[in-house]
C-alpha cells in the first residue's frame, strides 16, 4: 500500500511552501518477491513443483512468507508456468540491500524428484528504523 498525504500551503519568504508525507508498506515489512518461470522435465508429468531460497554466502536456508523453508505448488498444464517465491527480509534478518541467493526448484515426479538451482539477488527496502 502507498498512501501520500499533503500539508496545506504556507508562505514562507514570499513563496508558496507544504510539506508531503508518504508511506509505503512495502518498505515497513519488506517481503521481496521472486518469480520464476517453470517448465516440466520432458516427457513428464509432475504431482508438484517444491521451492526453497538459500544465502549464497553459507547455504543457510531462509524463512519464506508462509513461515516455512519450502514452499509447494501445483502442477500446471500450461508450459511455462510462473512461480512465485517470497521470503519475509526482517524474520531472516536482512538488512537494506541486495542479497545474493539460490534457488532450488524441484519437481516431483513418480520416478523420483528433480531439482534445478539458480543463482539470483534479491533487493531488500527496510525502513523501520531510522
Known amino acids: 500500500m ?8 504556507y508562505f514562507s519568504l514570499g513563496q508558496a511552501r507544504a510539506l508531503t508525507l508518504a508511506y509505503n508498506s512495502s518498505t515497513v515489512n519488506p517481503t521481496p518477491v521472486i518469480f520464476l518461470d517453470v517448465s516440466n522435465p520432458p516427457g513428464s508429468s509432475p504431482t508438484a513443483y517444491s521451492i526453497q531460497l538459500r544465502r549464497a554466502s553459507n547455504n543457510s536456508l531462509l524463512t519464506l512468507l508462509n513461515g516455512s ?48 538451482v539458480v543463482p539470483t539477488r534479491v533487493l531488500a527496502v527496510d525502513q523501520t528504523t531510522g
Not at 502507498?2 to 500551503?9: I, L, Q, R
Open 69 to 116: 523453508q519450502t514452499v509447494y505448488y501445483a502442477p500446471s498444464t500450461g508450459i511455462p508456468v510462473r512461480l512465485a517465491v517470497a521470503l519475509d527480509a526482517q524474520s531472516n534478518g536482512l538488512a537494506t540491500g541486495v542479497l545474493d541467493v539460490t534457488v532450488t526448484v524441484t519437481a516431483h515426479l513418480a520416478s523420483g524428484n528433480q531439482s534445478t
Open 2 to 9: 502507498v498512501f501520500g498525504h499533503s500539508t496545506p500551503a
